[in-house]
């Protein structure tokens, strides 16, 4: 059963920092693009960052400096390190895998900045 669970979102300070992890299952995760979305309510959802197969990495530009996209195809997990929260950033992050026409979609982690 193909499945990407998120972990790690919470209740953060501006300021402050998150790392929200994706774990992966049930497919060849090494051979994937692997991505970082982020949904605000009343909002498309929106790409963060991304990571290919060769750990070649991309930023959108409102997190560009203070996020950090890392994969481990060992333990099928991709990583987010964001810092310097803003309440901007308020928002369900969700991770993708995708390769060819395959595109698979956790369920999403809240992560709220908020004092």
């Known amino acids: 059963q193909v499945q990407l669970v998120e972990s790690g979102g919470g209740l953060v300070q501006p300021g402050g920092s998150l790392r929200l992890s994706c774990a992966a299952s049930?497919?060849?995760?090494?051979?994937?693009?692997a991505y970082w979305y982020r949904q605000a309510p009343g909002k498309e959802r929106e790409l963060v960052a991304s990571?290919?197969?060769?750990?070649?990495?991309n930023y959108s530009d409102f997190v560009k400096g203070r996020a950090t996209i890392s994969r481990d195809n060992i333990q099928r997990m991709v990583n987010l390190q964001m810092n310097s929260l803003k309440p901007e950033d308020t928002a369900v992050y969700y991770c993708k895998a995708a390769r060819l026409w395959y595109e698979y979609w956790g369920q999403g982690t809240q992560v709220t900045v908020s004092s």
């Open positions: 049930g497919f060849s995760f090494s051979s994937y693009g």
């Open positions: 990571i290919s197969v060769a750990d070649v990495t």
